[in-house]
């Protein structure tokens, strides 16, 4: 008996390396101290009823950040394990294997569970704020998404430690990731994980879309919203256009491993090739979707900070459309050497080097709002300025690797690795910092420390050229992406010395900005935002109180001019909204909380983790309890309330420090 | 409901269109865009059939395992019961609510005769020895045909779940979207069954 336990936990339990023990130790840790802590100061129906079970998209937003942060922290410590593993010719610091799993996960952690959701929480934090609307159009399927992101990361990251993790690389080729190569669990991991994280996603991009075509004050035209929502409005096209296809593809990879199915297999008639096409079909608009909302961060902090409307604000809109249908059109530049033949990768070269258009069009916009603008640089307008010369950069090093005979050299090189960094932590990351440093007075009612954030900045950004710029140069010299090792007669040390070097910066700049954040915390109350608009914005966000009280606005706002609330800051009419008389005050509707996508979520992370381990006893009930919660969700028609006029007197009346008559 | 917000609801029914959108119609809305990332589901599965059709790997292809006469009775079926479904609709506009709950269960009837019809067809292929690890081929036609079949099933259980709820809450803007909704759904699933009666079974065959 005692036996057979033994022999089920040492195929169960990952072990042997120290590492593990290490993050088993520390997990089990960090789980004691939290429930130690939430019962000693009776915290649990609180966390229940003001967060878990929360629809408001605020505290949604805040909780998908944190995550983020939870999550870029795995990543970041991921990257620094490789970086460490490259820095000296010959270190075997990381066993092959072991190298191999720590860039799958670290791939899949920084795309879909850190930047995914570090988007998400800007989406919701923000874009009803600024459309003037209460909430989201599915307030309890925007929870729901929430859960199901969560559940689907927490999956991924239990492979640390229970069962093995993926090692086929972020996208899982295929034949590599079918069962006869690679027989552990840890791909099924990697499955289920972005499975069932993968549904929040498309929910939300259903969510959005629908909420921002629907629900924006009256007076809002789509002309005159502001680019931040026309941003997530482009990019959840793309996400629902291509997560259906990652949902299919996945599905199809499950049914090879689980069912013996042929669709990538080698053997049986399957085709490889066909899993290329297809995960390229939703990867490569999937970097779109995440860089465009920076775009839109990016335009409202530059004109922000200028102090002038955005240079060419309709160019900006159709630019962004048109990245957005063009990123479906390009994904066969990731194989170009893999035999499509001369006329498709033309078409596919072609088709690449046309989105450097939009995209320049967009720069220059930036650029020449700001020319002759009255700019002051707090630590939004920094970031927005140093993510400029890194996405040039970038931008231009992904014109060469779209160059088909060029990237038959370049192909798998570090110079892609340094072309897709450059772009993905230069536009994305930075773009995402950049909108958190904006909007955290909105979130929190409090701004951050100007000059530990500037530390944060400047190490961010050294680090990342000490960096990255090697590894362009390491790329042209031949070194390949994926490699664990090389010997010192290359010659490619020095350059990955400095590479490592930068690395470590960028997780000192990590550090830094968590600091920022608990300093923050710490002496928040020297920091109030007491007027609700710290930046002196533009836009409709800024006319509401820090934070915004749960249902945004008392009185919807009536929307006249883009720019709405600069304007109206101009004629200076504000005044008058910010003294809401009683008479234009309704009761507000709005939706209760709900545990049923905690309890859905939960469920499917059941059967998820069944389905890895061919577990049916847990699969089953897991799929049964989905189905129920979404009975019983279906059967419950008492889901919304109404904010009585008085208590809405009483809200706005603490939170603008006046009494309303 | 206490008779504070009971007031709160008719006042807000009373101003229902101004101050912000109708909640229903939202709802219906979101659920046209929800059907087209199915059809894109469906989409890559159809691409998936049709480029792995001819792969039999020696193995049953589709003149072999398709009996046509039985496929032509499921569409049949399944043609029907959209038809009923639209029935169903017609009735709730009038405002009937038996006629409605009726038209429902034929048309819940039919759809669970063309499950059983399909469960039929699949066990006796797999009884043959045409599972789905048994070739590529096989592997997109159970996929493509059995992701249709989950979806009809999966509507079945709604369509029951909303039969309760008619019958106990009768009609009202909520219910009424509801079933706007289902039949939005059920037109889809039998265009989409149409295309796979075409790619995969007409064409399989000839
Ligand atoms: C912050 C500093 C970062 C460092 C130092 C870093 C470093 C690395 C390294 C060393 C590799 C492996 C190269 C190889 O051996 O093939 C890698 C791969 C990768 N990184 Fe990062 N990374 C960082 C941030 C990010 C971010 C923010 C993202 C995305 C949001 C990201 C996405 C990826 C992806 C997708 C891969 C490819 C994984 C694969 O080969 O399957 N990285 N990174
Ligand atoms: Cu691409």
């Known amino acids: 008996m005692f036996d057979q336990i033994k022999e089920f936990a040492s195929g169960f339990f990952v072990t042997g390396d120290p590492l593990i023990y290490g993050a088993d130790v520390s997990i089990l840790l960090v789980t004691a101290a939290i429930i130690f802590t939430l019962t000693y100061f009776k915290k649990w129906r609180w966390l229940w009823r003001e967060w878990l079970t929360s629809v408001d998209h605020k505290k949604i937003g805040i909780m998908y950040i944190l995550a983020a942060f939870l999550m870029m922290f795995r990543g970041g410590v991921d990257a620094l394990l490789m970086r460490a593993q490259l820095a000296i010719p010959g270190a075997d610091f990381l066993q092959p294997d072991h190298y191999n799993e720590v860039f799958t996960t670290h791939g899949v952690i920084m795309i879909l569970f850190m930047a995914m959701p570090f988007m998400f929480g800007l989406f919701n934090i923000i874009v009803p704020l600024q459309i003037g609307a209460r909430d989201v159009a599915y307030p309890i399927l925007n929870s729901l998404s929430f859960w199901l992101f969560f559940a689907g990361a927490m999956l991924f990251n239990l492979s640390f430690v ?200 967009k720069v220059f916009n930036w650029l020449f709002t700001m020319f002759r603008g009255r700019i002051t640089v707090k630590t939004p307008m920094l970031w927005t300025i140093g993510f400029i010369p ?240 979404m009975l019983a969700h279906s059967f419950n028609y008492d889901t919304d309330y109404y904010i009585p006029v008085k208590e809405i007197k009483e809200t706005e009346a603490a939170l603008r420090k006046v009494t309303i008559s | 409901m206490n008779p504070s917000s009971l007031k709160a609801k008719q006042l807000h029914q009373t101003d229902s269109g101004h101050s912000h959108p109708d909640m229903e119609e939202m709802r219906t809305f979101g659920f046209w865009i929800y059907l087209m990332t199915d059809i894109m589901i469906f989409g890559t599965f159809f691409a998936t059939y049709i480029v792995l059709r001819h792969n039999t790997n020696g193995g049953p292809g589709p003149a072999d395992l398709f009996d046509l006469n039985g496929v032509i009775l499921s569409t049949f079926l399944l043609l029907t019961s959209s038809y009923t479904c639209g029935l169903a609709v017609l009735a709730m506009n009038k405002g009937k609510k038996q006629a409605l709950i009726g038209w429902l269960a034929v048309t819940a009837i039919l759809g669970a005769i ?70 939005l759904f059920w037109h889809f699933l039998d265009v989409v069954w149409i295309f796979v009666f075409t790619v995969v079974y007409l064409m399989g065959v000839n």
């Open chain 1, 390 to 629: 890194c996405f040039i950069v970038g931008g231009l090093t992904g014109v060469l690797l779209s160059v088909a005979p060029a990237d038959f050299q370049f192909h798998n090189s570090y110079f892609l690795i340094a072309h897709f960094h450059q772009v993905i932590i230069g536009g994305v990351i930075f773009g995402y910092f950049a909108g958190l440093y904006y909007w955290w007075p909105k979130m929190f009612g409090f701004t951050l420390n100007e000059h530990i954030g500037k530390w944060a900045f400047w190490f961010w950004n050294i680090g990342f050229y000490a960096c990255f710029m090697p590894q362009y140069v390491l790329g042209l010299m031949g070194m390949t992406r994926r490699v664990v090792s090389y010997g010192w007669d290359k010659g490619w040390w020095p350059l990955n010395f400095v590479s490592t070097i930068g690395a470590a910066l960028m997780g000192i700049a990590f550090v830094l900005q968590v600091w920022q954040i608990i300093h923050g915390v710490k002496h928040y109350r020297k920091n109030l935002d007491t007027t609700g608009d710290p930046w002196d914005g533009r836009t409709l966000e800024w006319s509401i109180p820090s934070p915004a009280p749960h249902y945004n606005f008392a009185v919807l706002p009536q929307v006249e001019e883009l720019d709405d609330w600069w304007e109206k800051k101009q004629r200076g009419v504000h005044k008058q909204l910010n003294n809401i008389a009683e008479e234009k005050l309704e009761p507000i509707h709005m939706p209760k909380n709900s545990g049923m996508p905690i309890i859905m979520a939960g469920c499917w992370f059941l059967a998820g983790f069944g389905f890895v381990f061919h577990w049916l006893w847990l699969t089953i009930p897991g799929l049964a309890g989905v189905a129920i919660c």
């Open chain 2, 114 to 183: 063309f499950i059983g019809l399909e469960i039929n067809e699949f066990a006796h292929m797999v009884h043959e020895g045409a599972t789905i690890s048994r070739s590529a081929f096989l592997s997109a036609f159970y996929t493509l045909v059995g992701t249709h079949g989950l979806h009809v099933t999966i509507g079945l259980v709604w369509m029951i779940a909303l039969m309760i709820q008619l019958s106990s809450k009768g009609i009202t803007p909520v219910t009424k979207r509801k079933v706007n909704v289902i039949s």
């Open chain 1, 162 to 361: 229970i069962g093995g993790s993926p090692d086929a690389g972020w996208l899982a080729y295929p034949p590599y990731s079918e069962l006869m190569y690679n027989p552990g669990v840890g791909q099924d991991f990697y499955i289920w994980g972005i499975q069932i994280s993968g549904i929040g996603s498309l929910m939300t991009g259903i969510n959005f879309l629908v909420t921002i075509l629907k629900m924006r004050a009256p007076g809002m035209k789509l002309m005159k919203m502001p680019l931040f929502p026309w941003s997530v409005l482009s990019s959840c096209i793309a996400i629902i256009f291509s997560f259906p296809i990652l949902t299919a593809t996945l599905a199809l990879l499950f049914l090879d491993r689980y069912a013996g199915a042929h669709f990538f297999t080698l053997d049986g008639g399957g085709n490889p090739m066909m899993y290329i096409n297809l995960i390229w079909m939703w990867g490569h608009p999937e970097v779109y979707i995440i860089v465009l909302p920076a775009f839109g961060i990016f335009s409202e902090i530059v004109s922000t900070f200028s102090r002038k409307k955005l240079f060419g604000y309709q160019s900006m809109v159709y630019a962004m459309i048109i990245i957005s249908v063009l990123s479906f059109l390009v994904w066969a530049h990731h194989f170009f050497t893999m035999g499509s033949g001369a006329g498709v990768n033309t078409f596919f070269a072609l088709s690449t080097m046309l989105i450097a258009i939009p995209t320049g069009v």
